[in-house]
């Protein structure tokens, strides 16, 4: 059973590496608002079926309707938003670099809201390496020149926020509710899905089936996959290899992006690029490999939870 678990994390990475690309060709036909309109109704679908075979689902449950709310609006809608906004301003590659950041703001929202990460010399350490990075991508020195969109960049740092902030909101409200996580999973994303649809304008929104790639790159990559069936994979993953072993899946997503942005889209590649992710990946791998004790690995899989980049 190990073996085919092994199999599904090397499956997830890749999936979560693959919506990069996805977003991007949808976004050259459709607004980012109605990426992600699309995005959360396809997704839905084969999670809201496994959450009722499971039979996870109870009427007891809404009386926590309000924290699945806030859920929504910060761990799907304006995270799946603002990521939307910043892969069609920035190559894939980029994108797929700078999601490889999420953990950081995840760890850094914890220390300064939850107090329960150290300030010490590891966490430094790895704080300034992965934010190095960061910013070795964006390189604000040379943006009046183009070569990188800085409001792409803030946008990726803003869904990053964003998921960091409720994640600080999951382990202070939604963590001593001890509800399964395939019920959160579907109440949040029914809940974002419904947002989406009263917010969001829809002019247009059919061209995307014109573009075949577009098509099938948002009702099946981003969708029933990147979404729906990246979920039920993340719930078997965590339950036979657990969950700080899970966490390690969030290393692949920028690396397949990488991948997939310079040999099969023809993205420009630097120097500077792969150190930046080398930065990265080794700054939250110091700040992951300190965690010690079973509130911290409660904090790592609520965090990789929710990263569904």
Not at 227 to 242: E, P
Request: aromatic share 12%; with cysteine.
């Amino acid at each position: 059973m190990h073996r085919l678990a092994y199999f599904a994390y090397a499956l997830l990475g890749l999936i979560w590496g693959t919506n990069f690309i996805f977003t991007k060709w949808a976004g050259e036909v459709i607004s980012p608002a109605q990426i992600v309109m699309l995005r959360v109704l396809f997704g839905f679908v084969p999670i809201l079926a496994y959450a009722l075979y499971r039979r996870e689902l109870h009427w007891a449950h809404l009386r926590h309707s309000h924290h699945f709310l806030v859920m929504a609006l910060l761990a799907t809608v304006l995270y799946y938003l603002a990521f939307a906004k910043g892969t069609v301003l920035l190559l894939s590659s980029v994108a797929g670099m700078l999601s490889g950041a999420i953990p950081l703001f995840s760890f850094l929202t914890a220390m300064l809201f939850l107090r329960q990460e150290p300030i010490n010399a590891r966490t430094v350490l790895g704080m300034l390496c992965g934010f190095a990075g960061v910013v070795l991508i964006a390189r604000p020195w040379s943006s009046l020149g183009g070569d990188i969109n800085l409001q792409g960049v803030l946008y990726m740092i803003l869904g990053s926020l964003s998921l960091g902030a409720s994640f600080v909101y999951a382990r202070k409200y939604i963590t001593p509710l001890q509800l399964s996580p395939v019920a959160l999973c579907t109440y949040q994303i029914g809940i974002g899905s419904v947002l989406v649809l009263l917010t969001t304008d829809t002019s247009g929104i059919a061209a995307f089936t014109a573009s075949p790639r577009a098509l099938w790159g948002m009702v099946l990559g981003l969708g029933l996959i990147g979404t729906g069936v990246a979920y039920i994979l993340y719930y078997f993953i965590v339950a036979q290899l657990g969950a700080v072993k899970a966490a390690g899946v969030t290393y692949i997503p920028p690396l397949v992006a990488l991948a997939i942005g310079y040999f099969w889209v023809g993205e420009p590649l630097a120097t500077t690029d792969l150190f930046a992710v080398v930065l990265i990946m080794g700054g939250v791998y110091v700040l992951q490999s300190g965690k010690k004790g079973s509130a911290s690995n409660r904090i790592t899989a609520t965090s990789t939870l929710a990263k569904q980049s």
